[in-house]
């Protein structure tokens, strides 16, 4: 008899591998082991050039979009820019968002912005070419052209841009171009990260702030002002940096599609996130004015911390218990993180100090077990760097190791490259001991001196 390969109902993924999948719902055994996307739709589209291969639509091409004259290309170039916009749409964005909700995007309003259309092409091309390891000359050359075309466009549009209109897509166009060069594909240029994130403060503060875009209510918007508030509070806690959110800020993300799903204005993690921002504050106070914290202020954060969990699913409505169990733990891995950076920054205690240590045996507890969810488990990026250079025992490490790993097969993003290298230097440095047995130098750096060589580039969240 022949050997049997595949069964009936297989998800796309094992039917493409040629194993036997175990149908289980709605992820099979197999593709929850190997971080793969596991999907069970009876029609798959794939992305090549706008051609449809498989169901009733094979062979056929998806509707052209008309594109302003400025913009006009070949029938090639026309090929690919269509590609990357749908591949920007259904690949990319699901990538920056917790929740399976993302923005319709209006193809046809994209192609006459040419702000936007060309640094959304920009973020797509650099991703899709990363994502397939083995990237042709062509495709490399076509997505270094494509990066200094947004940035030409960015740059000519920053000059004359006035109205509301114009004022948004510059915002849009900014955090994809922080993605792009922060994360996507870390720039060579070290400071291009904090540059972006400054002109992005500048940009919200021409248009008139955050209000702005929490009045307009528009999904895209809030979604991209999610993602950069949250890049640049990470960023500001690595640097010391003052960041743009106030701590109140971020309750008006509530009952909003922000990258973390829609959760009501008191949830747990807008309460750690608004935390998070004020010790970016109080951090920014003393690294760059030399301030001392008072010892009542951080034990009150320190409380705020510890306080019980506020039991609510993602989307709010109560949810079951595993979906209650995962946000708990997901939270937690940011309250850790929080603590950690109280402790060292603003308590000024070494690496291996006990409290210090505790917080990070606690959150490695979380890491290392099995509450998290996938897909929040590749949403902790920002804490596992944090938590993860303060780790010394083995086991840690490994559990960090294999995270980035799961994480780097699912979101493809050459950020988490730079990531390991960083974390692997600092364990080293962490394992070094002396002729004379003393500790090594770097246990007693400061919270931003331990962060330097990565803080200017990173983005992480």
Not at 56 to 80: E, M, N, Y
Not at 370 to 390: D, N, Q, Y
Request: charged share 20%; with cysteine; proline share 4%.
């Amino acid at each position: 008899m022949p050997r049997v390969r595949t069964v009936a109902g297989s998800c796309w993924a094992c039917k493409e591998r040629r194993v036997i999948c175990d149908l289980k719902q709605p992820e099979c055994d197999k593709c929850v082991k190997t971080s793969r996307v596991c999907d069970y739709g009876r029609v798959r589209l794939r992305w090549t050039h706008c051609v449809a291969s498989r169901g009733h639509l094979a062979g056929k091409k998806t509707p052209r979009i008309a594109l302003p004259l400025s913009l006009s290309q070949s029938p090639v170039l026309q090929k690919d820019s269509d590609h990357h916009i749908l591949y920007f749409e259904k690949e990319l964005l699901p990538r920056f968002n917790i929740s399976n909700t993302v923005p319709s995007l209006d193809l046809n309003v994209l192609a006459q912005d040419p702000i936007l259309f060309q640094s959304v092409i920009a973020v797509a091309n650099a991703h899709h070419t990363y994502s397939n390891r083995e990237p042709d000359e062509r495709s490399s050359l076509s997505r270094i052209q494509d990066r200094n075309n947004a940035l030409r466009v960015f740059r000519q549009h920053l000059m004359t841009t006035d109205s509301d209109a114009g004022s948004s897509s510059l915002f849009i166009a900014n955090v994809l171009l922080c993605i792009l060069d922060g994360i996507v594909e870390p720039s060579t240029e070290s400071s291009a990260t904090h540059h972006h994130l400054v002109g992005g403060k500048a940009i919200l503060k021409h248009w008139g702030g955050m209000s702005s875009i929490f009045a307009r209510k528009l999904d895209l918007q809030i979604l991209m002002l999610s993602i950069f508030v949250t890049m640049d509070l990470t960023h500001s806690l690595l640097i010391g940096d003052n960041s743009l959110s106030e701590p109140s800020t971020w309750a008006e993300f509530g009952d909003s599609e922000a990258w973390w799903g829609n959760v009501k204005p008191d949830d747990d993690f807008i309460k750690t996130m608004s935390i998070l921002s004020q010790l970016a504050k109080l951090g920014n106070g003393a690294y760059q004015l030399n301030e001392t914290v008072p010892i009542g202020t951080l034990l009150s954060i320190q409380m705020a911390l510890e306080q019980p969990f506020n039991q609510q699913s993602i989307d709010g409505d109560g949810g079951d218990a595993p979906d209650k169990v995962a946000w708990e733990a997901y939270c937690s891995v940011y309250r850790f993180t929080a603590s950690v950076y109280l402790y060292r920054a603003l308590g000024g205690l070494d690496v291996d100090h006990p409290l210090v240590q505790k917080a990070v045996s606690d959150c490695m507890d979380i890491i290392g077990g099995t509450h998290l969810t996938h897909k929040l488990h590749h949403c902790i990026l920002f804490p596992a760097l944090v938590i993860g250079a303060h780790s010394m025992v083995r086991e840690q490490r490994e559990h960090i190791r294999k995270s980035i790993v799961q994480t780097a097969a699912y979101l493809s993003f050459e950020s988490l490259h730079t990531f390991q290298s960083f974390l692997e230097k600092r364990w080293v440095a962490l394992d070094m001991k002396s002729e004379a047995g003393e500790r090594p130098l770097c246990y007693k750096l400061t919270w931003w001196e331990y962060f330097d060589e990565i803080a200017a580039a990173s983005c992480l969240f």
